[in-house]
C-alpha cells in the first residue's frame, strides 16, 4: 500500500469539507458512515478523497473540476468522529482506528427524490474502499417530499379492518411453496375463521405455473369470504407478486380486478422503485406488505461492511410506501439482535415529514408466548406474524390462530398469558407445546 | 442458544438431502455457500433445515408440507464439506468450523427465469441466519435459456467499432459530477480524438437537471462525430441513463431518437432485471455496459457474509444482458484481490450455453503503465477503463487517450512501455508522471 500524496495537496481539498454547520441542510443529504482504517492514516484526510471520489473527482485532480464545478457538486465531509476518541497519544497496539464519518451529498447532483441515484451516490463506489459500514441517511424535506410513502399506513389498514388498537395478527401460509393453490386456500380458511386479520403468501410464492397468482387469489378471497361471514370480522390477503418488475405491476392490475384486497412483493429482490411504483399508482387502491428478510441479510449482516438493517429494512422501504414491513424478530428462529429490531420498528413509526407510519410486522418462529415481549417492545402498533406457530398447533391451525387473538386479548387487558390460559383453551395447549422456537 | 430437537426428527429430513448424484441437474440450481458454524453443532443437520427454509418448509413440521409437497418444491442438500476437514477427533481449541455447502434448488420454484425469485429462494432470508456467503451458482441449460444475455457481447462491439484484436480503451469522463454537459462534450472531443474508443459517463451523473441525458447525448454525438472524421475511427459513448426502471427505458428510447450509439446503466441500483429490459428489447439496438462497483461492495465485501463477487458484478450481469462490464482492477485506486478480479473475466467470457461472451473491463485509478499488466492477466479481450489517467495527462486529456493508445499498441506488439515510450511521446509524459495510483 502506496501513499500517493499527490493526491492530498491542499487546494484539492479545500472545497470538500465543512464544519458540521457549514452547509445547508435543505440541500444536501447526510449520510453517517462506519470507517476502520490502518492507524497510520488520517481520517480526515481518506474521508475528504472519499466525499471527492463519490461526487465530482477521482485519484487525481483534473483540469475541469473547476472551484465553481466542486462548489455546485462536491460532496462535503462534516464530521470525522473517532471511536474511542484519541487525543494526545495513540497506545503502540492499536492497528486500526475506528470512525463514524459524515457526508454531506448535494441533492443537486441526485437526480431528483429516486433510490437508483441516491445508492449510486451514497452507497457507491465508496462501499467497496474497504471496512465502510453505512449507518444512516438523514434527508431535507424537499427530497422526501419526492417520495408518496405509503397510501394507508397504520391508520389506513386498521380502517379497512375496523381494528382500533390491538396489535394485528399476520399468517404466512405455511407450507412456504406448494401446489396446487387449493391446499393454501384451505388454510387460509382455517386461519381467517381462527382470528387473523392477514394471511400472507410466504416470500418463496410467487407466480409458480403450478401455482399462478391469478388463481391463488380467487380462490383465497373466497376463502376468506366465507371466513368473514363466521367471524364477524375482516381479513386482507397479501398475494406475493414478486417477479420481474414490468410483471409486478401487471399482476396487481390483474390481482385488482380479481378482487384481491392487498398486496406483497419481496422489496429488495423486486427493488425499491417497483415496490414504490406501487405505491405511488393511484390505481393500486389496497394496502401492500413489504417482505424485507431475503436478501437484505447480504447486505446488513457483517459489522463492517455493508448498510445497517434499519436503513434497508426500516426507512428506505417506508419512504418507498410500505404499509407493512415484515422484519426479523429477535425472539424466535432469526437471529437479530434485540436493539435493532426495536430501530428499525422507530424508523417506520416516527414523525418523518409527511409520510405515514405504518406496520413493524416482526417475524420469525413468533409463537404466542412471545406476545407480551413483542407488545412490551414495540406497543400495540404492530402486526405480528406466525406461521409455523400458527400452522403447527396440535389443534389444527384454526386453533393456532385464535391462540394468537387470545395472547392479543390477555396481552392488551394486562393479563399474563399463564393466567388468561386457565379460561382460553387453544392458547393453553400453545403454551404447552412451545417454549422456545430458537433453533441453533 | 437453545437446540429445539423436535425440529431434527428423522422424518423430517428424510427429503431434504440426497448424494450429489441424488438430484437431475437440469431441473435443479445448485447454490454453493461459505458457512462458519458453532463446533457443537451438526453442519448436516444445519443444512437441511436451511434447505427446508429456503423451499416448504419452516421452523417445525406443519401439517400440509406432505411426502408429496416436499418430493416437488423441497431443496436438497447435495453436500456439506469441511474445511479443513476433521475426521476422527476435533482439537480442543476449535470453535468455530468452516464449511462450503451445497443445496439443489428446483427451478419449478423459481416462476420462469427471473432475478427477483431467484434471488429470493437462493439469497433469501438464509443469508441473514448467521456466517453464510452465496460463493456460487450453477445454472441448468433450460433455465438460463430464459434469459437471452448481450445483444452484442465482444464480436458485436468489436465489430461495430471495427477493432479486431487489441484491447479497447474507454475513458470515463472527468469530472464525475459537472454542469453543463457542454464541459463534458468537449472532453468528450479530446479523448475521442486522441484515441479512445468509447467514452462514458461517470456512474454519479445520471439524468441531473443541470446536465440532462437528452442535452448530453446530442452535444456527445456532435462531439464525437467530429473526432470520428479526423481520426478515421469510430467511437461509443454510453450515455448514464440510471434512474427509476420505468424511466430508464423512456430514457433509452430518446437516447436512441437522438442518435446515441450506446447506453449505460448502474446494474444494482437500477436491478439487473431493468438491465435485461434494455439488453432483451429489440428495439435497443446498441451496446450496453453496466457499471458494477456501485452498491455491490455492500454485498462482497465481507469473507463471511453477503454474495461473492464473482456473481454478482460477474454472473448475473452477463446472464441480464450487459455487452461491457466495469469492475474493480487490483492495480489502482481500488481495493481488489487479482484473483477474484482474473475470476469475474472468466464469469464474463468462458462458455455459457448460449449465453454471448462480454466484455470485462478492470477500471478505477487506471494507468498506462497498467496496460501490459492487464492484457497479460486478461488477454487482448477486455475494455481498459481510464478516468483520471487520461484527463490529468500533463499535456490534456487528448494526449492522455493516445498514451493509452501507444500503451496498448506497444503491448500488442510485444514492445516494453519503456522501449515504446523512446518514440511516443505522450507515453513517455506518463509514465513519467505516474508510477502508481495505489491511494492507501
Given at each position: 500500500?502506496?501513499l500517493?500524496?499527490?493526491?492530498?495537496?491542499?487546494?484539492?481539498?479545500?472545497v470538500?469539507?465543512?464544519l458540521?454547520?457549514?452547509?445547508?441542510?435543505?440541500?444536501y443529504?447526510?449520510?453517517?458512515?462506519?470507517?476502520?482504517?490502518?492507524?497510520?492514516?488520517?481520517?480526515?484526510?481518506?474521508?475528504?478523497?472519499?466525499a471527492?471520489?463519490?461526487?465530482?473527482?477521482?485519484?487525481?485532480p483534473?483540469?475541469?473540476?473547476?472551484?465553481?464545478?466542486?462548489?455546485?457538486h462536491?460532496?462535503?465531509v462534516?464530521?470525522?468522529?473517532?471511536?474511542?476518541?484519541?487525543?494526545?497519544?495513540?497506545?503502540k497496539?492499536?492497528?486500526?482506528?475506528?470512525?463514524?464519518?459524515?457526508?454531506a451529498?448535494?441533492?443537486?447532483?441526485?437526480?431528483?427524490?429516486?433510490?437508483?441515484?441516491?445508492?449510486?451516490?451514497?452507497?457507491?463506489?465508496?462501499?467497496?474502499?474497504?471496512?465502510?459500514?453505512?449507518l444512516?441517511?438523514?434527508?431535507?424535506?424537499?427530497?422526501?417530499?419526492?417520495?408518496?410513502?405509503?397510501k394507508?399506513?397504520?391508520?389506513?389498514?386498521r380502517?379497512?379492518?375496523?381494528?382500533?388498537?390491538?396489535?394485528?395478527?399476520?399468517n404466512?401460509?405455511k407450507?412456504?411453496?406448494?401446489?396446487?393453490?387449493?391446499i393454501?386456500?384451505?388454510?387460509?380458511?382455517e386461519?381467517?375463521?381462527?382470528?387473523?386479520?392477514?394471511?400472507?403468501?410466504?416470500?418463496?410464492?410467487?407466480?409458480?405455473?403450478l401455482?399462478?397468482?391469478?388463481?391463488?387469489?380467487?380462490k383465497?378471497?373466497?376463502?376468506?369470504?366465507?371466513?368473514?361471514?363466521e367471524?364477524?370480522?375482516?381479513t386482507?390477503?397479501?398475494?406475493?407478486?414478486?417477479?420481474?418488475?414490468?410483471?409486478?405491476?401487471?399482476?396487481a392490475?390483474?390481482?385488482?380486478?380479481?378482487?384481491?384486497?392487498?398486496?406483497m412483493?419481496?422489496?429488495?429482490?423486486?427493488?425499491?422503485?417497483?415496490?414504490?411504483?406501487?405505491?405511488e399508482?393511484?390505481?393500486?387502491?389496497?394496502?401492500?406488505?413489504a417482505?424485507?428478510?431475503?436478501?437484505?441479510?447480504?447486505?446488513y449482516m457483517?459489522p463492517?461492511?455493508?448498510?445497517?438493517?434499519?436503513?434497508?429494512?426500516?426507512?428506505?422501504?417506508?419512504?418507498?410506501?410500505?404499509?407493512?414491513?415484515v422484519?426479523?424478530?429477535?425472539?424466535?428462529?432469526?437471529?437479530?439482535?434485540?436493539e435493532?429490531?426495536?430501530?428499525?420498528?422507530?424508523?417506520?413509526?416516527?414523525?418523518?415529514?409527511?409520510?405515514?407510519?405504518?406496520?413493524?410486522?416482526?417475524?420469525?418462529?413468533?409463537i404466542?408466548?412471545?406476545?407480551?415481549?413483542?407488545?412490551?417492545d414495540?406497543?400495540?402498533?404492530?402486526?405480528?406474524?406466525?406461521?409455523?406457530?400458527?400452522?403447527?398447533?396440535?389443534?389444527?391451525?384454526?386453533?393456532?390462530?385464535?391462540a394468537?387473538?387470545?395472547a392479543?386479548?390477555?396481552?392488551m387487558?394486562?393479563?399474563s398469558?399463564?393466567?388468561?390460559a386457565?379460561?382460553y383453551?387453544?392458547?393453553d395447549?400453545?403454551?404447552?407445546?412451545w417454549?422456545?422456537?430458537?433453533?441453533?
Amino acid at each position: 500500500m502506496v501513499l500517493n500524496m499527490g493526491r492530498f495537496e491542499y487546494e484539492y481539498l479545500d472545497v470538500p469539507e465543512a464544519l458540521p454547520e457549514g452547509f445547508d441542510p435543505e440541500e444536501y443529504v447526510v449520510a453517517t458512515y462506519y470507517v476502520s482504517l490502518p492507524a497510520g492514516l488520517d481520517a480526515h484526510v481518506v474521508a475528504q478523497a472519499v466525499a471527492v471520489e463519490q461526487s465530482t473527482g477521482t485519484w487525481t485532480p483534473v483540469p475541469k473540476e473547476t472551484p465553481e464545478i466542486k462548489r455546485k457538486h462536491a460532496a462535503r465531509v462534516i464530521g470525522v468522529y473517532e471511536a474511542p476518541a484519541y487525543q494526545w497519544f495513540l497506545p503502540k497496539d492499536v492497528e486500526e482506528r475506528q470512525y463514524i464519518i459524515q457526508v454531506a451529498f448535494p441533492i443537486l447532483n441526485l437526480c431528483g427524490s429516486q433510490f437508483p441515484v441516491l445508492l449510486a451516490t451514497v452507497a457507491g463506489n465508496i462501499l467497496a474502499g474497504g471496512k465502510v459500514k453505512l449507518l444512516d441517511l438523514a434527508f431535507p424535506r424537499k427530497y422526501l417530499e419526492g417520495f408518496k410513502g405509503a397510501k394507508f399506513g397504520i391508520e389506513g389498514v386498521r380502517s379497512i379492518l375496523g381494528v382500533k388498537d390491538r396489535p394485528l395478527i399476520n399468517n404466512m401460509i405455511k407450507p412456504c411453496v406448494y401446489s396446487p393453490p387449493d391446499i393454501g386456500a384451505e388454510l387460509a380458511y382455517e386461519v381467517a375463521a381462527g382470528g387473523v386479520d392477514i394471511i400472507k403468501d410466504d416470500e418463496l410464492l410467487a407466480d409458480m405455473e403450478l401455482n399462478k397468482v391469478e388463481e391463488r387469489v380467487v380462490k383465497f378471497m373466497e376463502a376468506i369470504d366465507k371466513a368473514n361471514e363466521e367471524k364477524g370480522e375482516k381479513t386482507l390477503y397479501t398475494v406475493n407478486i414478486t417477479d420481474r418488475p414490468s410483471r409486478v405491476l401487471e399482476l396487481a392490475d390483474r390481482v385488482i380486478e380479481l378482487g384481491g384486497n392487498a398486496l406483497m412483493v419481496d422489496a429488495v429482490p423486486v427493488g425499491f422503485e417497483t415496490l414504490r411504483d406501487l405505491a405511488e399508482d393511484p390505481s393500486i387502491n389496497v394496502p401492500i406488505l413489504a417482505h424485507l428478510p431475503d436478501f437484505t441479510g447480504a447486505v446488513y449482516m457483517s459489522p463492517e461492511y455493508g448498510l445497517s438493517s434499519h436503513l434497508i429494512i426500516g426507512k428506505f422501504p417506508r419512504i418507498a410506501g410500505a404499509d407493512i414491513v415484515v422484519y426479523p424478530a429477535p425472539y424466535g428462529k432469526a437471529m437479530f439482535l434485540r436493539e435493532n429490531y426495536i430501530k428499525i420498528a422507530k424508523q417506520l413509526r416516527y414523525p418523518l415529514y409527511h409520510l405515514k407510519k405504518v406496520f413493524p410486522m416482526p417475524s420469525g418462529g413468533i409463537i404466542p408466548i412471545h406476545v407480551p415481549q413483542l407488545v412490551f417492545d414495540l406497543g400495540p402498533d404492530i402486526v405480528i406474524g406466525a406461521g409455523g406457530g400458527i400452522h403447527a398447533h396440535p389443534q389444527g391451525p384454526r386453533a393456532g390462530a385464535t391462540a394468537f387473538r387470545q395472547a392479543i386479548d390477555a396481552t392488551m387487558k394486562g393479563i399474563s398469558l399463564e393466567e388468561a390460559a386457565k379460561e382460553y383453551k387453544e392458547l393453553d395447549v400453545a403454551l404447552k407445546t412451545w417454549k422456545t422456537t430458537k433453533i441453533v
